[in-house]
């Protein structure tokens, strides 16, 4: 028994791997297929070789999306739990909760916690390694960044009924945003004064809009790993009603490899951010507080607010986020 038992073993083992590698080859030909976004990352660390590392806008999860099974205490590395998908306008999927308990019906991706702290959790899918031909990485480094314009990485994945996900094929988004932070000789911002580029990086042309006012741009709290509680500081008119309907003026046509910039001036209190305990708005430029980190976010009205237009097919609907700030740096 002793001489056929390492043989045993050897042999219950390949059964593993090969159901295994059946049930993702199932998932990869029956399963449903959607699209994810990739979280921005600096191209030069996140290609190696023809090897690639990727992160998800659904792999890190604030607090406000756990469902009520789940508490920083149960959140324990290596636990599984289930990020329940919806759709987004842009044809894309987005994480909508993340619960413990796996959901009886509807889209979901199965993964396990990688860490957590007191106001997010990081999960991994599965889906977080990606080969590519021989040759072909460098070349989408280069197309992901076009003179500090970076073009979100989109990836299509199949995803069974059980929540096991299987990467498929990439494409990059049809809208890059970049933003230029006027810095003093420290390398800290100096004036507040920032240029978003909103690039066409699509093969054919496409609208965006472009309200009075910035009203088509909002600053959101970017809440990082390493804060061991919820950043309070929040932009001061993040609750502000919707703007009016665009207008014809407010939509420009990019062709192809075109470039629309914006700007924004952090000193204009339409910039000033808040916290509970603060007496006024203040202006986040210069604010000594590592905790007040934010992202410019892209976000043009919606398609029905759209919809009597002349350009109205042509416009990107969508969300873009910038690089991360402080009053002081650039953070990433």
């Known amino acids: 028994m002793r001489r056929w038992f390492p043989a045993l073993v050897a042999v219950l083992q390949l059964l593993v791997l090969g159901y295994m590698a059946g049930e993702r080859e199932h998932v990869a030909v029956r399963g ?22 990727l992160g998800y806008e659904a792999s890190t999860v604030p607090r406000e999306r756990w469902s009520a ?55 991994r899918y599965g889906i977080e390694g990606y080969f590519m031909q021989q040759g072909t990485a460098l070349k989408v480094e280069q197309e992901r960044n076009r003179d500090g314009v970076q073009i979100p990485l989109e990836m299509e ?33 100096r004036t507040g004064k920032l240029t978003v580029r909103l690039l066409n990086a699509s093969p054919q042309s496409l609208a965006i809009v472009d309200l009075p006012q910035g009203r088509s741009l909002a600053m959101v709290s970017d809440r990082q790993q390493w804060q061991q509680e919820p950043s309070a500081w929040r932009w001061a008119r993040a609750d502000e009603p919707p703007p009016a309907p665009p207008t014809d003026q407010d939509v420009h046509v990019l062709a ?41 976010l892209y976000r043009p009205p919606s398609a029905e607010a759209c919809a009597g237009l002349q350009q109205a097919s042509l416009i990107w609907h969508g969300e873009l986020r910038s690089a991360s700030f402080n009053g002081r740096n650039r953070v990433d």
Not at 83 to 102: C, N, S, Y
Request: glycine fraction near 10%; charged fraction near 25%.
């Open 32 to 53: 449903t297929r959607i699209w994810l976004r990739t979280i921005p990352v600096d191209p030069r660390d996140l290609f190696r070789g023809d090897y690639v590392r």
């Open 157 to 189: 994945i199949a995803v069974g009924r059980n929540g096991i996900a299987v990467l498929l094929s990439h494409r990059a988004a049809p809208l890059g945003l970049g933003v230029v932070f006027e810095m003093g000789p420290d390398q800290r911002l």
């Open 256 to 296: 192809p490899g075109d470039v629309h910039t914006m700007a924004v001036d952090l000193s204009d209190p339409a910039w000033f951010v808040t916290k509970p305990g603060e007496p006024q708005p203040r202006a986040l430029l210069g604010l000594d507080d590592w905790a007040a980190v934010f992202r410019l």
């Open 69 to 123: 099974d789940l508490t920083q205490a149960t959140l324990t590395k290596g636990r599984q739990v289930y990020a329940v998908l919806a759709p987004r306008a842009d044809g894309l999927h987005d994480l909508q909760t993340l619960t413990g308990i796996r959901p009886e019906r509807g889209l979901f991706l199965r993964g396990r916690v990688e860490s957590s702290w007191g106001n997010g959790v990081h999960v």
